[in-house]
């Protein structure tokens, strides 16, 4: 199981998405290598990945992808992370 | 935990729209001699170029650029405002609180990253760093029992 995180340079909020990710992972149990990419490497770090993660401003400029699209809102709240990542994997 | 010296504090100030409260983060971050001048305008541009995606949560930007040779030294700012400004983020707006962050390389930062993911997993982080009246009162969120 592959995830990738993206923003737009890949140092920052992607970062936090990571950390957190991998908190709402373990708090559910399932195994996933989480990643943090920017924008411009989207197509090579999620050619292979389940699911990307995101925030509202990158939806429409992430291509063309198989992976599950997931939104966040609020890069804290844990429960909202972790719901989603149950909704898409589960 | 990233470095946060004094002068990369700066509470109750006035911005007049979001470009003013990045610059801010921005100028805290070059009193502090961790960027120079031309960072607090790259943090604005990521802004331009990708929207208002740093609003990570409900009144929180994480404002931020790609490393780069204006960067001298890696650290973080924080300026809250006394008049929260709309960033324009579908959920998250006004922003209350603006923290400037600047790295040399995106791997070498991830454990500073995790800190701040956990300081502010906890949901009262924001409202005790809005209502801070010091430096100190800021450096006591970040670095509060249990998130080192």
């Not at chain 1, 411009?40 to 995101?54: E, H, R, W, Y």
């Not at chain 2, 979001?18 to 031309?38: D, I, M, Y």
């Not at chain 2, 650290?75 to 962050?101: I, K, R």
Request: hydrophobic share 55%.
């Amino acid at each position: 199981m592959k995830i990738v995180a993206i923003c737009g340079a890949g140092v920052g909020t992607s970062g936090i998405l990571k950390v957190n990710a991998e908190r709402a992972l373990a708090r559910l149990d399932i195994e996933a290598e989480v990643t943090a990419a920017d924008l411009a490497s989207v197509a090579v770090a999620a050619a292979d990945a389940q699911v990307i993660l995101t925030s509202p401003e990158f939806v429409d400029r992430l291509g063309k992808t198989n992976a599950d699209v997931i939104v966040v809102q609020n890069y804290f709240d844990l429960d909202e992370l972790s719901a989603k990542l149950e909704a898409a994997l589960g | 935990m990233l470095a946060l010296p004094d002068a990369a504090i700066l509470l109750g100030r006035t911005a007049a729209d979001w470009r003013g409260a990045v610059l801010l983060a921005g100028e805290a971050l070059q009193a502090a001699g961790f960027v120079q001048q031309s960072y607090g305008a790259r943090m604005v541009g990521m802004v331009e170029e990708f929207g208002a995606y740093i609003v990570i949560a409900p009144g929180l930007a994480l404002a931020h650029a790609r490393p780069g040779p204006d960067v001298l030294a890696p650290g973080m700012s924080v300026v809250t405002l006394a008049e929260p400004v709309v960033f324009g983020h579908p959920y998250n707006d006004p922003v209350s609180v603006v923290l400037g962050l600047a790295v040399i390389t995106a791997d070498e930062h991830v454990a500073g990253i995790a800190e701040l993911a956990n300081v502010f997993n906890d949901p009262a982080a924001l409202g005790r760093l809005g209502a801070a009246r010091s430096a100190a009162d800021v450096r006591a969120v970040f670095e509060a029992p249990g998130v080192l």
